[in-house]
């Protein structure tokens, strides 16, 4: 089979472990940088070009997607989906999962379990906002922040209402969450693959930060899931219409809530912690649904 991996960091730990795990199991990978590539899209023949060459047939595109080029990633990988390429995450559950206030409407809908979060663009609705979400402390997201960046706890009314007025006088988009005090600055990365949670792990924020993100200092260990979480995270991947998604849970009172939903979850961390063989079983899940796309094309022609 031939597998293209849809990165910008060859480097990366997540990226050499999906091609070391699927070289293992006798696939030929190509690692893509999305931003060198350029599109032909027409009714007879759509192509994708790099560097003046026609890429050559895949069976299969595993998309990692940096957040800050998911515009143009997500076109190359639609691209790639209208040729008929497999996708192991689709760009419409890429984009739905990245835009982290129409993924809160989402799962809300569903009865997913997720912190109140109030969102506003006029400086008249600050009062309401913050007593929406149960008052200081809150925190208050940036919705194109990433791995803890842009994220801040206001520890008091006053300090939420300086914070909300500048974000909003820079015109920047943000949206105000309740704070989860007895999560005590710990989250759970469930790492659904399928209908499954294939790994968890739990990461401890360092003392005086309440971001737990392993990019901040953060530390990782094993965690035992109850069935509610694992239901939860299940729902919340389906939700975005992810295949692998790495869905972010606080323990709150009233049960797991839902932070976030990352359709290009990190592997050095899940798998340093859990010591599960993760890469290999996203190449299995790969196999699997790669066959069975086959087998119907092969029965409807």
Do not use: W
């Not at 997720?114 to 309401?128: E, H, Q, R, V």
């Not at 006088?169 to 005590?184: F, H, R």
Request: include cysteine; hydrophobic fraction near 40%.
């Amino acid at each position: 089979m031939r597998i293209a991996i849809l990165s910008q960091g060859p480097e990366l730990y997540s990226t050499k472990r999906l091609v070391e795990a699927a070289t293992l199991r006798g696939h030929e990978v190509q690692v893509i940088n999305p931003l060198e590539c350029y599109m032909n899209i027409n009714m007879r023949q759509s192509s994708i070009h790099i560097g003046g060459q026609e890429l050559p047939p895949f069976d299969a595109v595993i998309p990692r997607i940096g957040a800050s080029i998911t515009f143009y990633g997500s076109a190359v990988l639609r691209q790639f989906e209208m040729m008929g390429v497999y996708a192991l995450n689709d760009s419409v559950g890429i984009s739905r999962s990245r835009d982290k206030l129409r993924s809160m409407q989402l799962m809300s809908r569903r009865g997913i379990g997720l912190p109140i979060t109030g969102f506003a663009n006029k400086p008249s609705d600050i009062p309401d906002l913050i007593d929406m979400v149960g008052g200081a402390p809150l925190v208050i997201k940036l919705l194109e922040g990433t791995q803890g960046i842009g994220v801040v706890l206001a520890e008091t009314r006053k300090a939420a209402e300086s914070v909300i007025e500048a974000f909003m006088g820079l015109k920047a988009n943000i949206m105000v969450q309740e704070y989860i005090k007895e999560a005590n600055g710990a989250d759970i990365r469930c790492f659904v693959l399928g209908d499954k949670v294939i790994a968890a792990m739990k990461r401890q924020a360092m003392p005086g930060e309440f971001r737990s993100n392993l990019h901040r200092g953060g530390t990782a260990s094993l965690v035992k899931l109850t069935p509610e979480e694992r239901s939860v995270a299940i729902r919340a991947a389906k939700t975005m219409g992810l295949n692998v998604a790495g869905v972010d849970l606080l323990r709150s009172n009233h049960g797991p809530v839902v932070m976030e939903v990352n359709s290009s979850p990190g592997l050095e961390g899940i798998e340093g912690a859990t010591t599960k063989d993760v890469a290999g079983a996203i190449i299995e899940f790969v196999e699997k649904n790669v066959s069975k796309v086959k087998k119907i094309t092969q029965a409807q022609g």
